[in-house]
């Protein structure tokens, strides 16, 4: 770690920690096999599948061939086989490409966007997420076997811990449909204590823990010493003054000096995260965490549809998809310079069309046109970084670059002289940050530095509340009275209570609770109990009334809970029937990577506790 080392594992029994990077262009695996009273080592899987040189890669494509029966013929590194595009024309094969992206939420989507690629043979994004899942896990058993033996892997097999990792941007409906899909291939089993074997964290959490655990020093940008005037003079100061001044100073710059940004540029999104560390080495998120659909496969879209319009009606038209495959494996990670010239391949050295600039086969493209493509994808960054910079809660002195997108020296040269200007510095950690986000997401559930989290939205619950007639606002609404079935009581429907408000510091262990009183004619009909949370995105501070605002609300998560073992009380309602009543209250913690939520209540004025579901729609209708 950057200051200190890793504790040592403190588990009863050995145990194997797996996590999955699933990007959209490329994915990787990290593990580390834990042994009680040792410190736990990371270790990345650098031998896949149709891999030409063993060891030489820790990442493959995240690309699946189908055949005509959807049967998986061809994933990850085996996509790479020399002739593979001909194999898959002449038997009908159809590829599942930035699959990923379909798992977006809906509200991700930018009207005008190039579309993704579509799922081939009608396939949902759960069934190709669950096809890509069980390779990885057959490749890591694989991996592990012959580095570490069959028996080793044998003994660990039944009880592994999957950390799978994902955009900022994406919460609970995207992490239920991963969960299943690691289900469904088999990694964990359909019971509680499978699911509760699948962890997830997010990109941009994933790549400082991988920044940190290679020891890099994200403090933020030195200030400048200035001198201002003659010099001062120096007092000589008591060991005890000494100390807490020295204090005092380690305290003013962890609160206020070290802001950084962890910009994560992948092939899909570029998620940015912003944090500050504390005296005791932990972590804050001092700003709401984004997410951006501008990762190079945008950079490849654009160049595709430049291609498009350019050979439109030509004879040339066929060869777009070649040209779109050259440009993304090679003239996309070459680029350096605008003012040059740039050729791709695609087409017989006998082909020539100077009015297209082909010629000897070869298409050459203006420097400038090149950036272009690129443009959007920094300006977003410039733009992200600007904005976490006038929303955090300390000032940002350092930015650094992750992901695979962070390697384009163009993309690097860009940001850095647009944003360090603004005096934060920009940098890129490190060399191998093709392995970051799975080797992060290990450390993350080894070491979990991040001790609080930023809230993403305003979360409540759309309740009933008694009509009161002195009340401004129910009288506004009298035309929306109701009878409660079971009180009898005049009742308003639609208030929003508030549980958390959006861009609230909440640490990992802080919990919010909603209370909750329901009424039943019979006692059996109170055994179960599910609310709904909502989320409020629009910009009032204080939302009280859906009605105000129908359009900015919307249905997060379902809570479920046993409630069958809270006493009642009886009483009767107005008609003389007996009326049964439950008081509890719903516990939620919205510091974690994922939410949680338990059922509180008082038996004899103890508190109990209870387990409650936290359920959401993982449907396709959920996704982009």
Request: glycine fraction near 8%.
């Amino acid at each position: 770690m950057e200051d200190t080392p890793r504790k040592e594992y403190d588990g009863a029994t050995r145990r194997l920690l797996l996590a999955f990077d699933i990007g959209t262009t490329f994915s990787g695996i990290s593990y580390s096999i834990l042994y009680p009273g040792k410190v736990p080592e990371i270790r990345p899987v650098t031998r896949y599948p149709s891999q030409e040189k063993a060891g030489g890669d820790s990442k493959i494509p995240t690309v699946i061939y189908y055949d005509k029966d959807g049967k998986p013929v061809a994933i990850g590194a085996e996509t790479l086989k020399e002739g593979i595009e001909v194999d898959a024309e002449e038997e009908g094969w159809e590829v599942a490409r930035w699959f990923k992206l379909h798992l977006r939420p809906k509200t991700a989507v930018v009207p005008g966007e190039e579309p993704v690629p579509p799922l081939p043979f009608n396939k949902t994004v759960v069934e190709v997420f669950t096809d890509f899942v069980a390779y990885l896990n057959s490749c890591a058993k694989k991996y592990i076997t012959e580095t570490h033996g069959a028996a080793l892997y044998n003994s660990l097999s039944n009880d592994i811990i999957y950390v799978l990792t994902h955009p900022n941007g994406w919460a609970g409906p995207q992490q239920a449909a991963m969960r299943r899909a690691a289900t469904l291939g088999k990694l964990v089993p359909d019971t509680p204590e499978g699911s509760a074997r699948v962890i997830f964290v997010t990109e941009g959490e994933a790549s400082l823990h991988f920044c940190l655990a290679k020891g890099m020093h994200l403090a933020g940008a030195p200030e400048k010493e200035v001198e201002d005037g003659p010099p001062k003079k120096k007092v000589k100061l008591s060991k005890a003054a000494a100390a807490k001044a020295a204090k005092e100073e380690e305290l003013k710059k962890a609160k206020e000096g070290n802001g950084i940004l962890i910009v994560d540029a992948g092939g899909g999104t570029i998620d940015v995260t912003a944090y500050s560390q504390q005296p005791d080495g932990s972590y804050n998120e001092i700003a709401i965490p984004e997410c951006y659909f501008q990762g190079s496969a945008y950079v490849t879209m654009r160049a595709k549809k430049w291609f498009t319009n350019l050979l439109k009606a030509t004879r040339f038209e066929p060869d777009v998809d070649t040209l779109t495959q050259r440009f993304d494996r090679n003239t996309k990670h070459g680029f350096r310079k605008d003012d040059e010239p740039h050729h791709i391949q695609f087409a017989s050295s006998r082909e020539r069309e100077p009015a297209l600039r082909i010629r000897g086969g070869r298409l050459t493209m203006e420097g400038s046109d090149v950036a272009s493509f690129f443009k959007p994808s920094i300006d977003c960054i410039v733009d992200a970084v600007k904005k976490q910079c006038a929303s955090a809660h300390v000032p940002i002195r350092a930015v650094f670059l992750v992901g695979g997108f962070s390697a384009s020296e163009w993309l690097f040269s860009q940001v850095q002289a647009q944003i360090e200007p603004l005096g934060i510095t920009v940098s890129i950690p490190d060399s191998h940050m093709n392995k970051a986000v799975s080797s992060g997401a290990v450390s993350f559930y080894l070491d979990s530095l991040v001790s609080s989290r930023v809230s993403r939205t305003t979360y409540g619950v759309v309740m009933n509340t008694t009509y009161n007639s002195n009340k401004p606002e129910h009288v506004r609404r009298g035309h929306t009275v109701g009878v409660h079935r079971v009180t009898g009581k005049p009742t308003l429907f639609g208030q929003f209570d508030v549980i958390l408000p959006k861009g609230v510091q909440v640490r990992a262990t802080k919990e919010f609770s909603s209370d909750f009183s329901k009424s039943k004619s019979t006692r059996e009909s109170l055994n179960r109990y599910s609310v709904m949370i909502h989320a409020y995105n629009g910009k009032s501070k204080g939302p009280y009334w859906v009605d105000d605002e129908p359009d900015m609300y919307s249905e997060v998560c379902r809570v479920e809970a046993d409630t069958s073992k809270i006493t009642a009380s009886v009483k009767k309602n107005p008609q003389g029937e007996d009326i049964y009543t439950i008081n509890f209250s719903v516990v939620l913690l919205f510091g974690l990577t994922e939410m949680k939520a338990q059922l509180s209540f008082k038996e004899n004025g103890v508190e109990k506790r209870g387990p409650a579901s936290v359920i959401f729609d993982d449907g396709d209708s959920t996704f982009a």
